[in-house]
């Protein structure tokens, strides 16, 4: 089983999901560690009620990112880390960081990229009149939300729609899609080749809507 870090900045719901996914004696990575960038995330404390190691990394204490990082990399040697997730951790990771994670590193993001990168996609979402919204599940790379996708979920946007219903549509989404990309990326359906995903020889996307 890959040892997985999962990292977080708040409530920590898709962590809650990875982390009960991996609890399958089938599942081919196992959650080692929970880091959070903020002390008081509420992720912190569900994570340890579950038996996960934690760790709160302020990114506040440090002058700058690159010794942030720093912190981040020697706590996720000393557990052995192959593989980061992030889950709503938001804070933007430097291009050295991210290079040295290339491949070992996905995110999930709330909308179907490449539309609405950054913040308050479900806003904008119904700002546009978009009929069809979701989440995805990408490599990261150093531009923001920019990376290969592994993994992507739909949902309608239906009339009378509000941010809180949209988003509250789309997470349960985000809930299923993680750990089904996680398994994938784990036990090599999905790896990043040159700069794209490469999937295993027969795997069917479609079928796995
Ligand atoms: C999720 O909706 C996730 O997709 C989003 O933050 C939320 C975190 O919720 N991530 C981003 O916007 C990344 N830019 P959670 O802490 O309950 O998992």
């Known amino acids: 089983r890959r040892r997985v870090a999962i990292l977080i900045s708040g409530r920590g719901s898709n962590m809650a999901s990875l982390i009960e996914a991996a609890r399958a004696v089938d599942f081919p990575a196992e959650i080692a560690l929970v880091l959070s960038n903020r002390p008081d995330a509420e992720g912190l404390e569900r994570a340890k009620e579950a038996g996960i190691a934690t760790c709160a990394i302020d990114h506040k204490a440090f002058?700058?990112?690159e010794s942030f990082e720093r912190a981040l990399d020697a706590a996720l040697r000393e557990h052995d880390i192959a593989f980061i997730c992030l889950a709503g951790f938001m804070r933007v990771l430097t291009e050295r960081f991210v290079e040295r994670w290339s491949g070992r590193m996905v995110n999930i993001h709330p909308s179907l990229l490449p539309l609405y990168r950054g913040t308050q996609t479900h806003r904008r979402a119904l700002a546009d009149g978009v009929l069809v919204h979701g989440c995805t599940v990408h490599f990261v790379v150093p531009e923001l939300d920019a990376g290969p996708i592994i993994a992507q979920a739909a949902v309608p946007v239906v009339p009378g729609d509000t941010e809180e219903?949209?988003?509250a549509r789309v997470i349960v989404q985000e809930h299923r899609l993680y750990p089904q990309a996680l398994r994938m990326i784990c036990d090599?359906?999905?790896?990043?080749?040159?700069?794209?995903?490469?999937?295993a020889r027969g795997w069917d996307a479609g079928a796995a809507l």
């Open 63 to 65: 002058p700058d990112r």
């Open 165 to 167: 219903s949209l988003a």
């Open 188 to 199: 090599g359906t999905a790896r990043l080749e040159d700069g794209r995903v490469a999937f």
